[in-house]
Structure formats: C-alpha cells, structure tokens
C-alpha cells in the first residue's frame, strides 16, 4: 500500500538558517510527488511537484526539493528560512492510475527564530 | 475569481444534529475532494468526484454523505453528528487529467459537543 512518511513532527530553525524537511515514501512505480503549505488558519498551498525528468525541482518562494529514486525520498530546501516560512508542511505521494487521488503525510511544523 | 470557496467558516453542533458544508469552486475543475485534519493525522479523503453527478469514498466515508449535483458545488452532509467528527474540513478541486495539483478552500472548523 502506497504510504507518506514525515519523520520530523516539528523542527526549529533560526531566521536565515537554512532547512530540510524529510519525507519518505512507499510506492511500487514512479510516484508524482507534491509539497504543500499551510500557514496557520489557512488552506493547503502547492509548493513544488514532481511527475518525471530532472529530479530536482524548484517551487515557489525559494523552495526546491529532490527525488531520490535510491531512497525513496522527497526531501523539501531551502537555503536561507525567513520567519514567515514559519508554518506546516505536508508531503503527498499521487497515484498513478488512480483518478487524481493523494494521499498525505502527517505533515512538519516548522517554527523559526528570530 | 473566489476560487475554492467553504461554507461555513465555523461551526458547533450537539451531538445528533445534521448540517451540509457546501465547497464551491469557479475554477470550471472537474474533480472535486473533502478531506478532514485532525492533529498529527495529516489530511484524511472523505469523499470524492470526478464529475458532476459522481461520487466516491475516499478513505474515511462513514458518517458522511455527499452530493455533486452540480458542477461547481459539493456538498458534505453530516446526517447525525458524533464527537469523532470534531475536525477541520477542508475542500479541494482538481482540473480534469487528473493531473494531481489540487486546490484547497480555506477550511470549516467543526466542533461537536
């Protein structure tokens, strides 16, 4: 069965410091992998995506992630956090075949310090 | 445009009541989702649609019922509200492909006491 791992619950860094939020996945093909956003009280916003090709990625607000086949990872960059990245974010694996479906990881809350 | 829009934005039921929450959409997306997030859970697929007049279960469908008479709108309908269903309910649509990107409303926060 096709699964999300984020290992990491909640991570702090400081402002200007930079970030990795790990997400690992379980799928038997090529997934089509998405980051996305939450800052708090709000909807889930696209960060970045994966369907094939080169295997690193750039998103929006300075965001980038890469695939790596080897380790079944998706893991989300960035060089230098500002405070207002402070948020959650969600790792989601998409099913090929399946009609649009994602299934989601438990997602990472990221907490930044002045 | 508006987007993805939730209706209502907050709510509180006692235990045994019915409401609908309605997601409306003027993006012209064929496939539409209702997920709920619990904390440390992440997002949990109710139910969804790939057209209007269709629906499916998604992971987590008992209790819920819904209806997408038409294309822009999908409804939610509790039809006796258990506290397990405390939750924030968030709506998403997704252009015909599929193609994977889903779009998300702002949210219904739900407490049932």
């Known amino acids: 069965a096709q699964s999300v791992t984020q290992p990491d619950i909640h991570i702090t860094v400081s402002e200007g410091a930079s970030l990795e939020l790990r997400c690992n996945y379980s799928y038997g093909a090529t997934p089509y992998l998405f980051w996305y956003v939450q800052s708090p009280g709000q909807g889930l916003q696209l960060l970045l995506k994966y369907f094939s090709g080169d295997t690193l990625v750039q998103g ?31 790792c989601a694996v998409g099913a090929r075949g399946s009609q649009g479906n994602l299934i989601f990881g438990k997602g990472t809350k990221l907490s930044v310090k002045p | 445009n508006a987007g993805v829009t939730q209706t209502p934005k907050f709510r509180v039921l006692k235990t045994g009541q019915s409401m609908t929450l309605l997601c409306a959409q003027d993006m012209n997306h064929e496939y539409m989702y209702w997920y709920r997030q619990d904390p440390g859970m992440g997002l949990r697929l109710i139910h969804y649609s790939v057209g209007e007049g269709t629906t499916a279960k998604g992971e987590v469908p008992d209790g819920y019922n819904v209806s997408r008479l038409k ?34 409303g702002p949210g219904t926060r739900l407490t049932v006491t």
């Open chain 2, 71 to 104: 294309k822009q709108n999908f409804l939610l309908g509790l039809e006796s509200a258990a506290p397990s269903q405390t939750s924030v309910y968030f709506c998403a649509t997704q252009p015909r492909g599929p193609t994977y990107e889903q779009y998300f």
């Open chain 1, 60 to 90: 929006i607000k300075g965001f980038e992630a890469e695939f790596k086949r080897s380790q079944s990872s998706f893991n989300l960059r960035k060089p230098s956090v500002h405070w207002s990245d402070a948020a959650e974010y969600f």
